[in-house]
């Protein structure tokens, strides 16, 4: 199991966020593309989603930008991951809806896929992106 780049990217730039809004201050995509060496496009494309997910407030015009729309002890990995690819889900048949699996009707590992998802998502909710943006000792 591997993170998309982008999702890799999000966790990198709330990091960085995380680490630049203690208070109200406001941050723009520019400084936050130069700080973690991610394209500006890419940084904006994450504005976007991150956004939309609710994860960052942003603010246009004179005085505008982003800032994080909770603090940073509550904003989980889970949560980062989320926003960009959507559900964890590690097999298609924790989704719901009908799904593409020729054995799903007798399969008798499917009843355990939830558990084993969600110990994965547990294990994601459980790091904190204060966590992620402290300097380790």
């Known amino acids: ?12 730039m709330m990091s960085a966020a995380a680490r630049h809004c203690g208070g ?9 593309a130069e700080e973690t060496g991610l394209p500006l496009p890419t940084v ?20 505008g930008g982003f800032r994080l729309a909770r603090p940073a002890a509550a904003i989980s990995l889970a949560d980062i991951v989320e926003a960009i690819e959507g559900p964890i889900a590690m097999t298609a048949c924790v989704d719901q809806g009908s799904h593409d699996c020729c054995i799903e009707e007798n399969c008798r590992v499917k009843p355990h896929w939830n558990v084993v998802n969600g110990a994965v998502k547990g294990a994601l909710a459980g790091v904190s992106l204060a966590s992620l943006s402290q300097v380790p000792a």
Do not use: F, H, P
């Open 1 to 12: 199991m591997r993170l998309s780049s982008l999702a890799d990217y999000a966790v990198v």
């Open 24 to 32: 109200a201050a406001r941050l723009n995509a520019t400084l936050l």
């Open 44 to 63: 904006q494309k994450l504005v976007s989603r991150l956004s939309g997910a609710g994860l960052i407030e942003s603010t246009r015009g004179t005085g």
